[in-house]
């Protein structure tokens, strides 16, 4: 399989499910504002979406968007527990929250690193992803995790959407000691480590 990704980007989600699932891969970067590959190749031949991720697997098949992305790889390894079953009850719970990342919380973060949008609307999304926070903030109450006790796909891309806030935007989490445990327990996984080494973005996990 191969990862074409971006660091820091939301790629970083399957990147992290690729290492906790310990599949085969190689990475590609891709710079997204060029549209081209390190080789110079037009990444839009690649996926015409122009978008990380994307996962070409072996077979030829280039398979888009990150929540189906991961999902794909946790069930080629079952026996890890990176999803639940298919067709069971915590199957479709990680279904709603990973459709509440990247509809509530990715794209009210996504726009706020155009360096076109006005102060006035990133504070928009600012307040309103914070609101989404804090519904998180009461949800992790005594989990590990957003499934409980299992760590699953979906955490990765929870995190990928933390460091976004936090790091890079600068959102104020600290009133929030759920949420903070939380990323701190996720980035202290070995495996999430890797990938933040891979990617370059150590120092912005501290």
């Known amino acids: ?12 989600s399957p990147h992290i499910a690729l290492l906790e699932a310990g599949l085969p891969y190689d990475l590609v970067k891709v710079d997204l504002r060029a549209k081209k590959l390190e080789n110079g190749d037009d990444f839009l031949a690649v996926n015409p979406k122009g978008q990380v991720p994307a996962l070409a697997l072996d077979s030829g098949e280039l398979v ?13 390894v079952s026996a890890k527990n990176l999803a639940p079953a298919r067709d069971s009850a915590e199957r479709y719970k990680l279904l709603e929250w ?9 794209k009210n973060l996504g726009p706020m690193f155009s360096p076109v949008l006005k102060d006035d609307a990133k504070a928009f999304f600012k307040d309103r992803t914070m609101g989404k926070f804090k519904y998180l903030e009461t949800q992790l109450a005594g989990r590990d995790y957003l499934m409980g006790k299992q ?11 933390l460091m976004w806030a936090t790091d890079r935007l600068g959102f104020d989490l600290s009133g929030m000691p759920n949420l903070m445990a939380y990323k701190a327990r996720i ?6 480590q890797e990938a933040l080494k891979k990617e370059g973005l150590m120092k912005a996990a501290a």
Do not use: W
């Open 1 to 12: 399989m191969k990862l074409y990704y971006t660091p820091g980007a939301c790629s970083l």
């Open 64 to 76: 888009t968007e990150g929540p189906i992305i991961i999902q794909m790889i946790a069930d080629k």
């Open 98 to 106: 990973l459709n509440f990342i990247t509809t509530e919380l990715h």
């Open 151 to 161: 760590f699953t796909v979906a955490d990765g891309y929870l995190f990928t959407m």
């Open 187 to 192: 980035a202290a996984r070995p495996k999430v």
